[in-house]
């Protein structure tokens, strides 16, 4: 789905936005503004810039993601 001028504002899809805190590419804040934008968005930051965040953070958060949308089923984690 692409966004013109109006943003996405009337998308009530599930959406999470990952962004790294550090990002000198793409400011954090511009991540902030679109999960703000969007009705049913979380945002998550990670410690990283730009395209260098950890493949396991990233996965785990997409993970999560399919998990709590209900696309995947829930992984069994280790305690602790």
Excluded: W
Excluded at 5 to 11: F, I, P, R, T, V
Excluded at 37 to 60: I, K
């Amino acid at each position: 789905k692409r966004y013109g001028h109006g943003g996405c504002s009337g998308d009530t899809s599930r959406m999470t936005v990952i962004h790294g805190r550090s990002d000198a590419v793409i400011p954090h804040s511009h991540g902030e503004r679109l999960a703000r934008a969007a009705a049913n968005a979380q945002l998550v930051s990670l410690e990283c810039g730009h395209n260098d965040c950890l493949p396991e953070a990233y996965r785990a958060e997409l993970q999560r993601f399919f998990e709590q949308a209900g696309i995947l089923p829930p992984m069994a984690r280790s305690p602790g």
